[in-house]
């Protein structure tokens, strides 16, 4: 946490008047109101004035007010997965999965900063209006820095893919977004979320256990919490659901104390997903613990600070029967006080440096655009047959099929604000190609049997944008609604649906899944392929895939858009289109972003996050975390579309690379750079990327993602791409020290545009 020092905050509040005396301060009521004492001081003030019923009120994400010492309530509950959320109007960027897929850090940075940005104005007009329930706060429980080790899982859309090296780089930016740079307070909180070894299945998260061999827990799970907690500072990590090695997560000494706080000296805040603690006692879930106490004395002895739920209620007990005292939670209470300090909550109002911000800052045109020039840096093209794409500006007849074209939830994700305006793909369309006849026709439903609106029940979308809404304490806001902008029943004989297209110049279709199929804990979905929030296959539904091959007959171009949080398997469905256009889920702009790229007024230049295998007969056991077989970094199968792949509306070519050196002692760093020419007609953008293979090591992955950058080169021109590759590049798991270390050999630097081998040029260096 960010202590400063009293010195500093006497010259901060003198900064700019003539003298001190001038400007007489009035004198706190406490000290722990003083903001010229250190963070220490003021924390151990209100430490010795609480009594234990008030230190355990604290604990628990609903922190009510302590009125005789004029603290006022706080709930630490808020979200912000891809913009302010759950809080009324605010701009609403592409899913998370999309962000990956721009593989620009920059731009998440600046994302981010954004989202604190709506998110300081929210928050003071929240405190101007007494509000201080649910999603108002500043402590929001983003990002989502778990692996995709598996296209099945269905929470897999809010993480930034299957690759530890980006999943570190890009949730970094995140955290530095949010909390900001200012060196007094933390704009907002963010959290690395949910650790350590957590993805899927959805069903059963509150009962599995998961155990994994050292080397995948060091190389895939930790190295994102990692960075986020050594580089970006992140102020509160949330420990998962599930159990590790037996022990619950937030429970468990060995992630809590023997890594995250000895190995990685984190000082922040341990939160517990929510309702974590009652999964060790509850029936039918881990039922480690016979009752709430001894769940929450142990979880805090773990190292759990804070309680998304109400356990923890239970340690008023607790101290009284002498199971665990007041000294026992101080320190978990001192950090929580800590943190309100470092945000401002406990300082005169006028003192941080966003005190003016108010909602006029929230879903500005600035904002607005910047989430549709996200939502283009995430659009990946994946095929593109006889140049189809992009679209004559003269084109006069299009199709567009697919219930997905029109759609506005579907853009949104999930965990998601509300939008003042939503452009949905058919809109885009519309706008963009506003001389053609468009005709219009739903096709088919995303996949057999009805699909209502079913989430999560923390999940919110709401009625109207207003900033206040019906939220009931604790809960997801009374009577959410969903009314889908259309039928979702079709009849499977698409012989109407071909005469309705046969005559156009090009059949857009616009399919894929939902964020009403994939998500977290969806216990109403049960269809053929769908379980729970996750799916038991990839393939592309049955309905959809019937509906292609329909649409191939017509012999006019097909062009799909696909709509996704995850990998679709679309090895039998390759001959329907001729193109393909990954969309994810685009966020309020994604119609904007989706007919741009068709109308070739932006050259796409995104690139695969995950590995878009031919069909789940490529994949290992859902439920097994060992990573032998997945991912880019261990398949060592042919997939359809490898990691790191995209396409656009230009070619370039990679030149020859040099490094500074060919050898380098253990500790030391070396220098790649390579040119790359932009061969095409078309100005566009490039995704350089550094993978490294350690040779001679059967048990080292086959490839491992070191460096990524993406650069913008006109036709005909040249850019010249530089990176530093450290110790980190060569550190894998080392069982002399139970942790990542350099590891001396022989190695292949490889450069080029995507994962494939065929993509991809080598030169050899040795660390000694």
Known sequence: MRHFSALLLALILCAGAISCKQEPQVKPEYPFNDPSLSVEERVNDLLSRLTSEEKVSMMMNNSVAIERL????????????????????????????????????????????IASDEARAKYNDAMANGYYRQYYGLTFWTPNVNIFRDPRWGRGHETYGEDPYLTSRMGLAAVRGLQGDDKNFFKANACAKHY????????NRHSFDVTVSPTD??????????????????????????????????????????????????????????????????????????????????????????????SYRSMVEGIQKGVITDADLDPHVGRLIADRIELGMLDPEDRTPWKDYNLDMVCTPEHIAHSLKVARESMVLLKNNNNVLPLSKDIRKIAVVGVNADDSTMLLGNYNGTPRSVVTILDGIKAKFAKAEITYVEGSKLVDGYVERIRNSADTRQRRPQFYEGVVEGSAPAAPVYTPPQPWFAPENYDEVVAQVKDAEVIIYVGGLSPNLEGEEMRGVSYEGFKGGDRTTIELPAVQSKLLAALRTTGKPVVFVLTTGSTIGLEKDEPSYDALLVAWYPGEQGGNAVADVLAGDYNPAGRLPLTFYKSTEQL?????????????????????????YGIGYTSFAYGKGKLSKSSIKKGASVKLSFEVRNNGGSDGEEVAQVYVRRLNDPSAPLKSLRGFKRAAIKAGASRKY????????FSFYDANVDDLAEKAGDYEILFGSSSSDKDLQKLTLTVK
Not at 625 to 644: H, I, K, Q, V
Not at 722 to 729: H, I, K, N, R, S
Request: aromatic share 12%; proline share 6%.
């Open 70 to 113: 004029g603290i006022p309530a706080y709930n630490w509950w808020n979200e912000a997965l891809h913009g302010v959320a759950r809080a009324g109007e605010a701009t609403v960027f592409p899913q998370v999965i999309g962000i990956a897929a721009t593989f620009d850090e920059d731009l998440n940075l600046e994302t981010y900063t």
């Open 196 to 203: 350590a070894v957590h993805s899927g299945p959805e069903p």
């Open 217 to 310: 827990l060091w190389e895939t799970y930790l190295p994102a919490f990692k960075t986020l907690v050594t580089e970006g500072n992140v102020q509160e990590v949330m420990c998962a659901y599930n159990r590790y090695e037996g022990d619950p997560c937030c429970g468990s000494t060995k992630l809590l104390i023997d890594i995250l706080r000895s190995r990685w000296n984190y000082q922040g805040i341990v939160v517990s997903d929510c309702g974590a603690i009652d999964d060790f006692y509850v029936r039918g879930r881990h039922e480690t613990h016979p009752d709430a106490l001894t769940a929450s004395k142990d979880a805090i002895l773990s190292g759990t600070d804070l309680e998304c739920g109400s």
């Open 620 to 644: 290992p056991d859902f439920e097994d975390y060992d990573m032998a077989g997945r991912t880019y970094r261990y398949f060592s199968g042919e997939p359809l579309y490898p990691f790191g």
């Open 722 to 729: 530089e990176f530093t590759l450290g110790p980190d590049a």
